[in-house]
């Protein structure tokens, strides 16, 4: 069973076969009284009928809208009261697709909007990953535009945390926005009896940093998020590697733990020769070789 995509006359619909039995259910009379405000008007014509008419995923008005950060928090809400919304309606959440290609906006009602797809259940598990990976991929995508933006980046280290779930999220959201973040602290020492340096001050000394050797030298990661790409706006330019993404990767230091994330490029980020799975966050020890497409380097901590 699944859904396909089709144009009939002036309309783009969705569909899904589905046994007549199942419009008698008790589920079935529920998903046509559903809430339209945050799910694709369903229609019955023999299938589950869905019309995308005039409507653009998300991922699309992200890319070729110029966005704000104010938006996509009112899109990021709006995904969670449309998941949350279906209890109301006595539906199953985990039957609500969350996949970047079946969640759109709707420009007339400047909202979010929903495909919830009998039979189709998820585990729960994975619809909070999958929450979250969508989430992320719109966050990464508006960051790239915005280049560097605090508030995002917060956002971001909010939400990649294994622990916040999305009424955490939506409370987060609901806050005014002060920086959160934190600077990364490393273990410094107090240099005495040199004329230059103030006996008051604590000296950071990089030797407690954990770096990235490449080709012999050292990059190090002095930031609680270290981002890595061809692109300028990146911590880690490496603008001569055509293989690499604009922002490709990055790693990310969280309760003194060092992680790395592949940030949905193209050709795949490696640790110790084993591809990464897009938006997964993966632990990394002393002596990990990390490859970004075609370059390698050796992640270093003492």
Known sequence: MFISKSSEGNRVILKLPIEEEYFLSFEGQMILKSDQKYFVDVFLEDQLIWDI?????????????????????????????????????????????????YIFYDSHTESIKLVYAPLLNQPSQNMHHQFKKVVLSWLYRLDL???????????????????????????????????????????????KGVSDVNRDETVCLKASVP????????????????????????????????????????????????FLLDCNSTNGTYLNGNLLLRGEKYKLSNQDLIQFANVKAIYKSN
């Not at 991922?59 to 899109?75: G, L, M, N, P, T």
């Not at 990649?160 to 990364?184: A, C, F, H, V």
């Not at 890595?228 to 993404?245: A, C, F, H, Q, T």
Request: net charge neutral; aromatic share 10%.
């Open 211 to 258: 770096y990235l050797l490449l080709k012999h030298k050292k990059v190090y990661l002095d930031k609680a998020l270290f981002r890595i790409g061809r692109g300028y706006e990146n911590d880690l330019v490496l603008d001569k590697e055509p293989s690499v993404g604009r922002v490709h990767c990055e790693i990310v230091h969280e309760d003194e733990t060092f």
């Open 145 to 191: 535009k915005r280049n560097r933006n605090d508030e995002l980046r917060d956002l971001i280290t909010f939400i990649q945390s294994e622990s916040t779930d999305m009424i955490q999220i939506k409370n987060y959201l609901n806050e005014p926005y002060k920086r959160k973040r934190k600077k990364t602290s490393f273990k410094s020492k107090t240099i």
């Open 53 to 101: 008419t005039g409507l653009m995923t998300v991922d699309k008005y992200i890319s070729v809208i110029e966005a704000d950060s104010q938006q996509i928090k009112i899109f990021i809400q709006n995904f969670i009261e449309g998941i949350l919304s279906a209890k109301d309606y006595f539906l199953e959440e985990n039957s609500i697709i969350l996949d970047s290609d």
